[in-house]
């Protein structure tokens, strides 16, 4: 029963193309039993990691987790503070419902920042993820979201707040209508809204909660960005009305940390780019370290796009003497 109504929810998946950091509060997500074993619980608290553009802008690390009894990879995904498109795009041929049990696997909770002008919230449409950045601190926080389905898609451009809601009321659009049925929807567990929105300038989009939390990860809104409602809880009330959103569309990011450089290849979701070797290639050149990348763990990274950041660091040769000499001196 539980598979049919999931899949009922879900209307498809993403498509499928060919650290150390500083967190000054830890990620605690709480479960009612044993993982995998009795129904979840998310109680996520506020995690910030630190920055420093450019020097420093890579952040989180992998985890791994074996997949008990009862495990789904959407419940894992929320577990970890993850988007469903995050384990889909790394486990491609793996069913979703009834992953391999005992098997082990690495949970992607690694990011290269995407680039920002201001500083404040940043979505980046190919990767389904908003970044909060805090400038007084250099920190910076992270969640998953769901977007805008073909057709329906979320609009790229800096925006700012203009209007936060508690317990929204939903004023249906009028294209919408004959599908709800309504023109008004009050709060409540039908609202699609959930418990918070924040309403963006230039249109009708908003960053709001779902009363569907399986939809984050995907392309299922009318353009909104949704959050998982225990996310929504989190940012609310730490972001200020005329707070600058930039929505941006950047599949590929380059990004530093401890010296190595990374890239993060995240599939072209809306199809927006008609060569995506070349535009990566592109991204390639115009970074200031270029010359220090390997090109062949670039191109790897590029044409895999599991959303992992990989180390393209060119190796340097090894100093094995207090002379100076390197390994291949001798």
Not at 123 to 131: A, F, G, K, S, T
Not at 271 to 281: E, G, N, Q, S, V
């Amino acid at each position: 029963m539980r598979k049919t109504i999931m899949k009922s929810i879900l209307p498809r998946a993403l498509p499928a193309p060919a650290a150390r950091t500083i967190c000054v509060v830890c990620l605690i997500l709480a479960a009612t039993a044993s993982l995998g074993v009795a129904e979840y619980t998310f109680n996520p608290v506020v995690c910030r990691y630190g920055y420093r553009f450019p020097e420093h802008t890579v952040i989180g690390m992998n985890k791994t987790h074996t997949i008990r009894p009862k495990d789904t990879l959407l419940d894992i995904a929320r577990y970890y503070e993850l988007g469903f498109n995050e384990l889909q795009i790394v486990y491609r041929t793996m069913d979703p419902w009834i992953p391999p049990k005992d098997q082990t696997i690495v949970i992607p909770t690694e990011w290269v920042l995407p680039p920002t002008k201001n500083e404040q919230i940043v979505i980046n449409i190919p990767e389904l993820r908003l970044y909060f950045f805090d400038k007084k601190t250099k920190t910076v926080e992270t969640y998953p979201i769901g977007i805008g389905d073909e057709g329906w898609e979320t609009p790229v451009g800096t925006f700012t707040i203009t209007s936060k809601r508690i317990q929204p009321t939903w004023y249906v659009p009028k294209s919408l209508q004959p599908e709800y049925g309504t023109k008004v929807m009050p709060p409540g567990p039908e609202n699609p809204l959930g418990e918070y929105a924040m309403n963006l300038s230039g249109g009708a989009y908003t960053i709001h909660g779902t009363n569907i939390p399986w939809g984050v990860g995907r392309l299922t809104s009318h353009g909104c960005i949704r959050m998982y409602p225990e996310h929504i809880r989190l940012l609310f009330p730490q972001v200020k009305l005329g707070a600058r959103v930039e929505i941006i569309y950047e599949p590929v990011k380059l990004g530093k940390r401890d010296g190595h450089i990374y890239v993060e290849a995240n599939p072209d979701v809306y199809k927006k780019i008609p060569d995506y070797l070349r535009y990566a290639m592109e991204k390639l050149r115009a970074y200031p370290w270029a010359d220090k990348v390997d090109q062949e763990k670039f191109m790897k990274a590029v044409l895999i796009q599991n959303g992992i950041p990989v180390d393209v660091t060119l190796p340097q040769p090894e100093t094995v003497a207090a002379g100076g000499l390197t390994s291949q001196d001798n």
